[in-house]
């Protein structure tokens, strides 16, 4: 039964991308995502719902898009995780078993941003509600927690600034 379902997204994925370039390897992309024009994601990635792609936009492979939207031509470096769920530290226990069965915790989610021409290494985590700004570049491993400047670099845990991305005009 579950290859059948997962035979039928498919084909509901490509009839709903098709004409539009996108190359869809083995993933799990949600029918409510958005997907631009010329954007490729590579192997086991997953994109959640509700979640924007910009047109040339390349998501490398293991890359986890819980939420958010993604600018133009972003590069996402490999296992990357972008937008993820968080849990609540006001409540009695952390554990999602206790605060979505025995409360009435509802999930506030602040997606985040990334703006055109980011560069997102490998292994990077970008938290909720940030906002990456057009250019920036993120360090493989990198923990973004606070929003980055335009062209600004970043690297570390939590990232800081590194230096400011030197731009030429081709």
């Known amino acids: 039964m579950k290859i059948i379902k997962s035979i039928i997204k ?24 958005s997907l631009s024009n010329n954007v490729a994601i590579n192997k086991f990635c997953q994109v959640g719902s509700n979640v924007t792609i910009g047109e040339g ?3 490398n492979q293991g890359v986890i898009l819980v939420s958010g939207s993604i600018g133009r031509y972003c590069s996402i470096g490999y296992y990357a995780v972008i937008g993820a769920h968080e849990h609540p530290l006001n409540l009695k226990y952390t554990s999602p078993h206790y605060y979505l069965h ?23 985590f970008i938290k909720q509600g940030v906002t990456i700004s057009k250019g ?5 491993g990198a923990v973004v927690v606070k929003d980055v400047p335009p062209y600004t670099i970043v690297g570390g845990v939590p990232a800081k600034i590194i230096s400011i991305r030197k731009r030429t005009d081709v």
């Open 57 to 59: 936009t390349y998501l």
């Open 102 to 124: 025995y409360t009435n915790y509802q999930d506030i989610s602040s997606p985040p941003t990334i703006e055109d021409d980011v560069w997102i290494g490998a292994n990077a």
């Open 10 to 33: 498919y084909f509901v994925l490509l009839i709903k991308y098709r004409g539009r370039n996108i190359k869809l390897m083995t993933c799990d992309i949600s029918l409510n995502a």
């Open 136 to 140: 920036a570049v993120i360090a493989a």
